[in-house]
């Protein structure tokens, strides 16, 4: 089957989405990342209409608290129908353990449940400042990996990592462990503030199972086409 790159619909509001969904036919059918930004800005409406115009959704909300907040709040994302919602792995096994118990009780009747996925050090973290934050004295490296492993044993269906993380991650948990990585890049498109980019053909020798792509796609001057290459490339047809 082929497989669709998720657009990270990183807008202000509504019409901004509006705005750019507007530029694919009606018959495209997307898979796009919501995150924090739009849904603070315009609450689960924006879910709910998009799902049913029929794309498929990647809510990226990180959810990190105690168990029992992050179970209930699982169960209301679970009703509206979203495809992939994730949590931070440093809340802790049981917390993960509860956000999987919501994501099952708030799954409507004969709908499918919504793949969770961990958040491990964000990469927006150094290695220096682990140490120096939050007192962690292993490498950045082992860090992801042991996270990877605690998402695995509670019950979690993957990670969002660096394309260049994935084999490690595989090797510690194993092969259907999802990976989905951001930091996507198109040869030869600007790389904006990511650093260590990977291209779609890459990320899918590598073993991604998902990639994540803004920008590239966002501020083309021609988002669909640029969509279709990248889709394209993604499913090693160019
Ligand atoms: O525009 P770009 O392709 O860089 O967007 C990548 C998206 O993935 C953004 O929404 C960004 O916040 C998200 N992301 C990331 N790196 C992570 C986790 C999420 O770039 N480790």
Redesign the pocket.
């Known amino acids: 089957m082929e497989k669709r790159p998720i657009i990270?619909l990183?807008f202000a509001n509504q019409a901004e989405v509006a705005q750019f969904m507007a530029q694919f036919p009606t018959t495209e059918k997307l898979f796009v990342?919501i995150?924090m930004e739009l849904f603070y800005q315009t609450g689960p409406a924006i879910v709910k209409e998009l799902i049913a115009q029929g794309h498929a959704v990647f809510l990226?909300l990180k959810l990190h608290d105690i168990p029992n907040t992050v179970q209930k709040a699982m169960r209301g994302l679970a009703s509206l129908g979203v495809s992939i919602v994730n949590v931070h792995a440093a809340g802790g096994i049981e917390m993960m353990q509860a956000a999987k118990k919501g994501l099952v009780e708030g799954t409507p009747t004969g709908k499918k449940i919504p793949q969770l996925i961990a958040?491990t050090q964000?990469?927006?973290t150094s290695e220096a400042q682990m140490h120096a934050d939050q007192l962690i004295e292993v490498s950045l490296t082992k860090s992801v990996i042991h996270y990877a492993q605690c998402a695995k044993k509670a019950g979690l269906d993957g990670v969002?990592?660096?394309a260049l993380e994935v084999a490690q991650i595989k090797a510690a948990t194993d092969t259907d462990f999802v990976c989905l990585t951001?930091?996507?890049?198109p040869l030869g498109a600007e790389v904006?503030?990511?650093k260590r980019v990977v291209d779609p053909a890459k990320a899918r020798t590598i073993g991604s199972t998902y990639i994540?792509?803004?920008?590239?796609?966002?501020?083309a001057a021609e988002p669909y086409q640029a969509y279709l290459k990248i889709k394209q490339e993604w499913n090693g047809e160019q």
């Open positions: 990270a990183d990342k995150g990226d958040v964000l990469t927006s969002v990592c660096s951001p930091g996507i890049r904006g503030d990511q994540v792509v803004g920008r590239p796609i966002t501020q």
